[in-house]
């Protein structure tokens, strides 16, 4: 598939990045803010607060505030190896240790949560668990689904009718009293609250913005969506109750109301349904707001789209050809597991969060800020360094310091400090792959390619929760798994061809030829990788494709 060099005219008029792209991407980037907040919210709304067993004549509720170390409590709780009270124990009339039957929890941060009015604690933790889980597989079939439907119908649609059921949802969720309703609530909060308009938003900014610019733009979704973190952990601290606190972070959807008639469908992706003057039009609109001043000849384009179209043959690839040559494939299965891997440990030092000693808001904060110098550092070395010696070098370290905090006491200072270092590099490299994985594949399986490696990553992200559950063996396991699975995909990058000042690959031949040779290695011992693919002589700009019938 070809350059669409009359559609790349087009758009160059806008120029890389002026008022009107400014202000559309403006639009579309609080899309990652709310992504980010519903992603965590639970680590606040569905808080694990510090829990003993209720003790018949010393606590009168589980509101009880009976100091932890006082005699009577010592004598009716046995105490862990490490000193601590056991949290899931306690005596029994015969001094045996019998499992708890209801609970006290620590309300110095939580006045309530959904743990605390459900128990989920000890043998009914994995209850919590699994609400994540249900999210996060809810987030999975939005990556799956509304993607191509985006494809379909339109990125502006996609995006506005999920903001919508993001709002509604996201309100409604707080007053559901049943569990399995709940599960249900909470997994289409994941399809159209943390996947459908941030897969859009991040698609209608990489078409819109020029090429130059592409690296800050995707970087500062990443940047965003970690402020949406961090909003997630100043709602927490300023309301105590879970449920007007679920209520403010739905009514962030509020946000979108106002984008039904202020955003802009993507030119690129009406001029490849057919729909050349309605492209026009929106350049003309950005061209005016830019004060260009650059005169745009409708019925010339008109004109050369109605041609193009007849001319064109149609492409037949799809997700199925990325599997079909070996080169391709290879690159496509390092790729998806790079993805897993970045998501797996992203979310699982995220999730962390309220198992760190200290104010747990102000821990998750902080999680959300630490990703800041990785991403600017990342804006500015990205095209300078290369993509391949960035996210392997950034992955293995996050894997290092995985297993490292594992083996340090729980709670320590220098334990914290690992962790934040930890996230620090593991979001610089999850904001990596999302640019490098759109200059490896060819054009026409790109959105293809793209929308497997997001499968991957909200997979990894919903088997996240269950691992953590892990630690009731032995704590130092789920970090241990994290750092693992980190340092085993961090180096297989190194097989993956470097993609800087390289014209993108554009049919299924550039991209089974596309790097064949190059790694790493190669690299290291001067071998110049095999270039034999004709390319053009300027880089591609990303164009999005033409619906591609699924069997």
């Known amino acids: 598939m070809a350059v669409d060099y009359v559609l790349e005219d087009l758009m160059g008029k806008l120029g890389e990045f002026g008022r009107y792209q400014a202000f559309q991407f403006f639009l579309q980037v609080l899309s990652a803010l709310t992504a980010g907040l519903h992603m965590l919210s639970l680590v606040t709304v569905q808080a694990v607060p510090e829990h003993r067993c209720f003790i018949e004549g010393v606590d009168n509720t589980s509101y009880s505030y009976v100091p932890w170390n006082s005699s009577a409590i010592l004598a009716a709780i046995p105490l862990k190896d490490n000193g601590e009270l ?167 959807g509020v946000l979108f109301l106002a984008h039904w008639w202020i955003l802009d469908e993507s030119p690129r992706w009406l001029w490849m349904q057919g729909r050349a003057g309605e492209a026009v039009d929106i350049v003309a609109k950005g061209l005016k707001i830019n004060g260009s001043g650059i005169p745009v000849d409708k019925e010339y384009y008109m004109q050369k789209a109605k041609a193009q179209q007849a001319a064109e043959e149609k492409s037949s690839a799809g997700l199925a050809d990325l599997f079909k040559t070996p080169n391709l494939r290879m690159k496509t299965l390092n790729v998806c597991v790079c993805w897993f891997a970045n998501s797996l440990v992203y979310y699982g030092l995220s999730l962390s969060a309220g198992k760190l000693y200290g104010n747990p808001f102000l821990i998750l904060f902080i999680m959300g800020l630490v990703e800041y110098p990785s991403y600017f550092t990342i804006v500015l070395v990205l095209d300078r360094l290369g993509r391949r010696p960035i996210t392997s070098t950034l992955m293995i370290a996050g894997g290092i310091c995985c297993i490292v905090a594992a083996f340090i006491a729980q709670g320590s200072t220098t334990s914290t400090t690992i962790v934040m270092i930890g996230k620090l590099f593991i979001a610089g490299s999850f904001a990596v792959i999302y640019n490098y994985s759109a200059e490896l594949f060819p054009t026409v399986v790109r959105n293809s390619a793209m929308g497997l490696g ?98």
């Open 86 to 252: 056991d949290s899931c124990h306690m005596y029994d009339a015969t001094n045996n240790t019998v499992p708890c039957e209801s609970y006290v929890y620590d309300r110095t941060y939580y006045e309530t949560s959904r743990t605390i009015d459900w128990n989920f604690v000890c043998d009914r933790r994995w209850m919590g668990s699994i609400v994540q889980t249900v999210f996060m597989l809810g987030v999975f079939t939005g990556a799956v689904t509304l993607g191509g439907l985006a494809d379909k119908v339109g990125r502006k649609t996609v995006f506005c009718w999920s903001a919508l059921l993001q709002l509604i949802i996201g309100v409604a969720v707080a007053f559901i009293p049943e569990y399995f309703s709940y599960m249900v609530a909470r997994f289409f909060l994941g399809i159209f609250g943390s996947a459908g308009s941030y897969i859009c938003g991040f698609v209608l900014t990489m078409e819109l913005v020029g090429p130059s610019k592409r690296t800050a733009c995707g970087i500062t979704f990443q940047a965003v969506f970690a402020a949406g973190i961090m909003l997630v952990a100043g709602w927490g601290a300023l309301i105590k109750d879970r449920q007007i606190l679920q209520v403010v972070y739905g009514l962030h």
């Open 454 to 551: 997001s499968m991957c990553a909200r997979l990894s992200g919903a088997l996240t929760p269950l691992i953590t559950l892990l630690d009731s063996f032995d704590p130092k396991i789920p970090a241990v798994v994290f750092g693992l699975i980190a340092l085993l995909s961090g180096f297989w990058v190194m097989f993956l061809p470097e993609t800087m000042n390289q014209p993108m690959p554009e049919s299924i031949e550039d991209g089974e030829n596309f790097g064949k040779g190059d790694t790493w290695f190669s690299q290291c011992a001067g071998r110049k990788p095999n270039r034999n693919s004709s390319y053009h002589d300027d880089p591609e700009q990303m164009v999005p494709l033409k619906t591609i019938e699924r069997k």
